[in-house]
């Protein structure tokens, strides 16, 4: 059999339904016509996917991330090349080439050669949520070779956003312009609030409408549209974005937002309050560590005069600890007013800055711990390295809190049961080392590669927009209600479960692993075996990707819907 004459099979046989089906959106219903038409036209015109082949979530937030695929698709569409050096020159620094989410890499270059993006400090901070009035900065850009100010102008049209001095200077006049043009419906904009799906598809599908408007009346008048230059997108640095990860194209916070009281009658107007929080932060960057010296330098003193320091002598020596930093060093103990250390061959007892003390009150966390620490007159003032070694146990599981720390640093996670939690605005700093037969929940961050020296289970209980690789001989992955993941790659074979209300947009496999079991829906599967690759379990592939010449489905199990094959494999066999 030839390759399109087996691809033609595969396809009649596995997909007699698109994966995404703009009429089926169930939790549509309650937005009117208007707003569910925009959703509907984006969707038939591939810019904009489902949550589920029955889902929009139209009230989760967006990301800068989902909105760079969303309109590199469009620009796609309408004749823009995505740039032939795509994969060869990264445009952002946070987007490197060696990024697995390939789609978001050759947008990401299609989007920044366009000026659609320009990003902050070279940086696409693809992960954060984008604002309303960053939004709208970006779709004017997108709108760059019109003049949507003279059509405003030329039609009497004007703006009236009340909360205008609230919106940052670059985008005050597009946002009044946007008000003016119908595009946003709403005289309070709320610009540092985070958008939403629902938000997204209407304003796209309405600028979209107005463009088109635009070059009607030119045409009709013979007048071409004016180019008017849009001021760039990067911000003040008195400036932050709203950096919670969320997930795939399609994702948000990690409660399902609840519905309004009443019938939304516009698009603009779903009672979902977002965060209100200034714009465009620098990434975090972990604290320094400074190399102590070589030689404690301590000496006897009195009692009273600062904390005692003990040994296993019956009598208790007692001298100031001198060094203002020490790096890997041993918690005996912990409280919120004082740490107990050991350093060389002595117990030091320390004080502890009033600001530290959430986090040394974390007595289980601690113990054990292997600690850098910066310190003034025996007072520890910061920490500049975690490694927690504390085992936990399934009924009391370590807990390692991301909102315990101000400022990110390094920390290395060893412990057999742990909840890793709050570590959205961290960067690269979170570390998991897990033992064999180890059991984790994690919520939202951007994790290192999940490392395991055996058997794990980890739980995904938030959406988290970047990469997650396990690594582990034998890893069960479950995504939980409500939570989702952008992209999960898995160095060994591993079990996948995605409970219902749960997301997983893409699972990459490679050329050795050639049998995933699952239980549940992801959305795209990519595997590199050139052999047989084997579906276990039931649920949905809705896009399976490869080089496998024969795939095996369990029967009354995994329904792949659409299979795309590499251009050298002659045929595939589907049993």
Known sequence: ??????????????????????????????????????????????VIKGTSSTTFSPAREITRGQVVKMLGRYLEATGKAVPSNWETKARFTDVPLSINDRELLQYAALVC?????????????????????????????????????????????????????AVKEEAKEAVQLFNALG????????PKNAVLRVHFASFLAKLLQTIENVEQEADATGDAPIVKPVAPEQESETDTDIVKPVAPEQETNTEQPTAPDETETKPEEPNVTAPNID?????????????PPSTGGNSTIPNEQGPIVSDEEDEEPTYTFELEDVENVEIVSSTSSEVVIRYENDVVKLGVEEALAPIFNESAMLSGAIVSLSMEDDVVTAINALHVTAS???ASPITIDGALFEEPIPIVIEAKYANV?????????????A???????????????????????????????????????????????????????????????????????????????????????IVSVNVETTSSFTLKGFGNVYELFGEATAVYVEQNGVVVHELYVDPFVDEVTIK
Request: aromatic share 6%.
């Open 183 to 190: 595009i946003s419906n709403v005289d309070v904009f709320n």
């Open 1 to 46: 059999m030839k390759k399109t004459a087996s691809f033609l099979v595969v396809a009649s046989m596995l997909a007699a339904t698109p994966a995404y089906s703009a009429s089926s959106f169930t939790d549509m219903a309650r937005y009117d016509d208007t707003t569910q038409q925009a959703v509907n036209d984006l969707v038939n015109r591939q």
């Open 113 to 165: 050669d366009e000026g659609v993006f320009v990003g902050s400090d070279g940086k696409l901070n693809a992960a954060s949520m984008l604002t309303r009035e960053n939004l709208v900065l970006v779709l004017t850009r997108l709108a760059k070779d019109v003049d949507l100010a003279k059509y405003a102008n030329d039609n009497g049209l004007t703006g009236n956003v009340k909360d205008l001095a």
């Open 435 to 521: 033992p064999a037969n180890a059991v984790y929940t994690v919520g939202a961050g951007e994790f290192e590669t999940i490392t395991g020296k055996g058997s794990l289970m980890i739980t995904f209980t938030e959406a988290i927009a970047y990469e997650v690789t396990i690594d582990a001989p034998a890893a069960q992955v479950i995504v939980a209600e409500n939570a989702s993941l952008e992209t999960l790659t898995s160095t060994e074979a591993l079990s996948i479960t995605v409970q219902p209300g749960g997301h997983l947009q893409d699972v990459y496999l490679p050329a050795h692993v050639d049998t995933l079991t699952m239980h549940g829906d």
């Open 392 to 394: 936990g146990s399934a």
């Open 279 to 291: 714009e465009e932060p620098l990434p975090p960057t972990a604290g320094e560590n400074t190399t």
């Open 421 to 433: 939690k709050n570590f959205a605005d961290y960067y690269d700093t979170i570390d998991i080392q």
